[in-house]
Structures are given as structure tokens and as C-alpha cells.
């Protein structure tokens, strides 16, 4: 693949506009924020502490641990999605005829509505924000089947798998890929094995971001550095408008995680978790690096597998290999502070987003600086 070089003016340019981006959907989301927010309290948008598992039983520790948190307004992803919807639309229709206008060319470069590079992910931004959105209403407002409102794991899942099914098609149909690629050996083509390979990662991704999403500022700073990893491999890659969307997306997470510091003033919601955990996946599978994403996001991968090893032991063993799960509820139930286990969430993800970004980079071929 190509590798670009950051020893010319378009490089530079290009570098600018990755920057520019990111900063103009941190400004964009701030200034929503305010309006979003306003919304929520005074509709009284807020999340309901849950009194029993997946199975029905009555939790032990979660729901005394969180009961202060009881009518927090939820669905804060909402900002960071439409934000970065609402930037992707400007900067092809709007800021063209402002460079015109004002005669200012730059503004005009900062387009990065590209078919090959941002269409498919801003699509899994848009629909699984819509979707979450949906859950997180339905949950307000104590409709649904769960107990406590909402949609069923079930119903969730298959929605996700129908999303991740598109996108497999797409990239597997209409994009011609069946490649993946294994960082300083090359490239290897899996034929059809593609497919089930994409839903895969698109659902881990997805699923993980939910299940990541318990503790105030969590999963926002993980997701800031893995989508700032990724904008980082993309534009070495002259990716240069998917890495200016995964910078949009970094931008507006870091307005949104202003707000969202323990004590948070509002949570991010299954329309951000699972929009932002569905579109990561997409911008990973879109740079080829499936397995830089599993180093980038390592959390994820220790709390979805918490999650799996608890059920297990539960159902098979019948007793609990943690105090709870996920992951980060088995520390606060051990009585870490809750800033305390996030700070150390986003120090050990810098440390693995670093290791990924090396090896991706690196992994790529012979880079000349």
C-alpha cells in the first residue's frame, strides 16, 4: 500500500486537515452540548439503576454501588454522532461555498465526505446511533420487555448482526475484499471466511463498547484514543479522509467527555456506546488492521471476556469467578474508587493504543520520514 510522507507541502496540508477537523467537531460538539443537555433534564431523560442481571437474579453489588446515579440523563452520544453527521455534511456542501465566497481555498479541502472512505462508516455511525437511541428511549420510559424497559439482549444483538451483515456484503460484494492483513508479514486472502470474520468484529466491537460503558468517563477516553490510533494509521496509510472522520469522532468525544468526567453530567447511552463501538470496527476492517484493533483495544477485550467467564462459571460451575461483571464493576465491588479504576483504564490503553499504532505503522512496510 502506499505510505504517505510528511516531507511535503500536500502532506502537510493534509496533516492540517486531519487537526482542523478533529478541532472544529470538539467546537461543534461543545456548542450542542448546552442544547442537548437542557433537553434531557428538562424531559427528565434519565437512567434507571437496574435491580436485577441478564438472568433475572438480583444483583449483589452494581445497583447499591450506582443507586446515586438514579435519573442521571442518559443518551449523551448524541452529541458526539450528530456532531460528526452534521461535519461530514458541512465540509462537502457547506465549506465549498464559503472558500468560494470568502476566498479562502482552504476551507474547501477540508471535504472529507469520500464514497471509498467515509460512506460505510458513517452509515454504522448514523444507524446504530438511531438504533441505541431507540433502546435508551425505550428504557427511560419502562417500555419494552426487559424489566426496567428496553430492548432484549436478543433483539439488540440481531439488529447489530443485521448492520454488520450490510457491511460484510458490501466490503465482500461491492469492495472486492477478502484480505487480512498480519502487521510486518503481509496480506492473506480468506475468500468467503471474510464474511463471518467482518460480523465478527463489527458486533465484538459493538457489544464491547456497551458492556465497557459503566463508569463515568470510561469508555469516552478509551474510545477518544483507540479512534485517535486509528486516524493516526489512516493518514499514514493516505487514508486522509477516513482519517479526518476518525478525528471528528475523537473531537467530539473530547467535548463530550468534558461533560461526562466522574461526576458526569450525563451518560453516553447505547446510542453512543454501540454507534461508536460499531463504527470502530468499520474504520478497523476499512485499514486493514483487525488485529492492530484488538491490541489498540485491550480493554475490551478483558471486560466482553469477564463477561463470558462469569456466565459460564454461573451456568456450568454454578458459582461466580468474579464479584461482578464486567470487569470494572469487579473492582469497584472490591472498593476502587470509581475515578481510580478509570484513570487506570485510559493509562493502560494509552500504553496498548501506543504498542498498536507502532505496529501498525511499522507493519505496513519500510516508512521514509
Known amino acids: 500500500m502506499e505510505i504517505a510522507q510528511i516531507n511535503t507541502v500536500p502532506e502537510i496540508i493534509n496533516l492540517i486537515k486531519v487537526l482542523f477537523t478533529g478541532l472544529l467537531a470538539f467546537v461543534l460538539a461543545f456548542l450542542l452540548t448546552p442544547i442537548w443537555t437542557h433537553l ?22 452494581v445497583n447499591k454501588l450506582h443507586a446515586k446515579k438514579e435519573g442521571t440523563p442518559t443518551m449523551g452520544g448524541v452529541i458526539v454522532w450528530l456532531s460528526v453527521f452534521i461535519l461530514v455534511l458541512a465540509s462537502h456542501y457547506v465549506f465549498p461555498l464559503l472558500a468560494n465566497f470568502f476566498d479562502i481555498s482552504f476551507l474547501a479541502r477540508l471535504d472529507f465526505f469520500s464514497r471509498s472512505q467515509v460512506y460505510l462508516p458513517l452509515f454504522a455511525l448514523v444507524t446504530a446511533g438511531v438504533l441505541g437511541f431507540f433502546d435508551d428511549w425505550m428504557s427511560v420510559r419502562g417500555w419494552g420487555a426487559n424489566k426496567g424497559g428496553g430492548m432484549r439482549f436478543a433483539k439488540r444483538f440481531w439488529w447489530l448482526f443485521l448492520i454488520a451483515a450490510v457491511g460484510a456484503w458490501w466490503f465482500y460484494s461491492k469492495l472486492g475484499w477478502d484480505q487480512i492483513h498480519v502487521p510486518a508479514v503481509g496480506d492473506f486472502s480468506i475468500g468467503l471466511w471474510y464474511v463471518p470474520l467482518f460480523i465478527f468484529v463489527i458486533l465484538f466491537t459493538a457489544i464491547s463498547s456497551n458492556e465497557t460503558d459503566g463508569l463515568d468517563g470510561l469508555n469516552g477516553g478509551i474510545l477518544i484514543m483507540a479512534f485517535s490510533s486509528f486516524a493516526l494509521i489512516s493518514f499514514f496509510q493516505n487514508k486522509i479522509d477516513l482519517a479526518a472522520f476518525s478525528a471528528a469522532i475523537s473531537g467530539a468525544l473530547l467535548a463530550f467527555l468534558w461533560f461526562n468526567i466522574y461526576p458526569a453530567r450525563f451518560f453516553m447511552g447505547d446510542t453512543g456506546a454501540m454507534s461508536l463501538g460499531t463504527t470502530l470496527g468499520v474504520v478497523a476492517l476499512l485499514t486493514n488492521s483487525v488485529i492492530i484493533l484488538y491490541i489498540v483495544v485491550f480493554v475490551y477485550v478483558m471486560e466482553s471476556a469477564s463477561v463470558v467467564l462469569q456466565l459460564g462459571s454461573k451456568k456450568f460451575l454454578k458459582r461466580k469467578i468474579f464479584l461482578a461483571a464486567p470487569l470494572h464493576h469487579h473492582f469497584e465491588a472490591k472498593g476502587w474508587p470509581e475515578p481510580k479504576i478509570v484513570m487506570r483504564a485510559w493509562v493502560f490503553t494509552a500504553i496498548t493504543a501506543a504498542m498498536g499504532i507502532i505496529i501498525g505503522i511499522l507493519g505496513m512496510g519500510k516508512i521514509k520520514f
Do not use: A, R, S
Open 40 to 61: 434531557l433534564y428538562k424531559h427528565k431523560i434519565g437512567i434507571k439503576i437496574k435491580k436485577t442481571d441478564v438472568d433475572g437474579n438480583k444483583l449483589t453489588y
